[in-house]
């Protein structure tokens, strides 16, 4: 069993910042990548993907989307088994449910894709 919890969401005016953390805790031997996607409201109704956000590989490989490039840092601290989402110079449009992911292996050496519940962001005009 994995969880990953966030942490870090809110309201904040355009041009503002915020960061996002997100843990993971359980069996885990070890995780590869862990990410942010992100949902903006009505698309999950509207049978919407979530998109994806910023990726960070276990050895610090980094994908951004091109939405966030510049904006956005993804970074990670393996001992905690924690990811930070630090997001600066925020727009209306990055108004979503943002969701922390995870590919974990566990201590029975399976590997699991894991999804926290989400933490909503609000940036206001």
């Known amino acids: 069993q994995v969880q990953l919890v966030e942490s870090g969401g809110g309201l904040v005016q355009a041009g503002g910042s915020l960061r996002l953390s997100c843990t993971a805790s359980?069996?885990?031997?070890?995780?590869?990548?862990m990410a942010w996607y992100r949902q903006a409201a009505g698309k999950a109704a509207a049978g919407k993907e979530r998109?994806?956000?910023?990726?960070?590989?276990?050895?610090?490989?980094?994908n951004y989307a091109d939405s966030v490039k510049g904006r956005f840092t993804i970074a990670r601290v393996n001992a905690k088994n924690t990811v930070f989402l630090q997001m600066t110079s925020l727009k209306p449009e990055d108004t979503a449910v943002y969701y922390c992911?995870?590919?974990?292996?566990?201590?029975?050496?399976?590997?699991?894709?894991?999804w926290g519940q989400g933490t909503l962001v609000t940036v206001s005009s």
């Open positions: 359980g069996s885990i031997l070890s995780i590869n990548r």
């Open positions: 998109e994806f956000v910023a990726r960070i590989t276990s050895d610090g490989g980094l």
């Open positions: 992911n995870a590919l974990v292996r566990t201590t029975t050496s399976r590997y699991l894709e894991v």
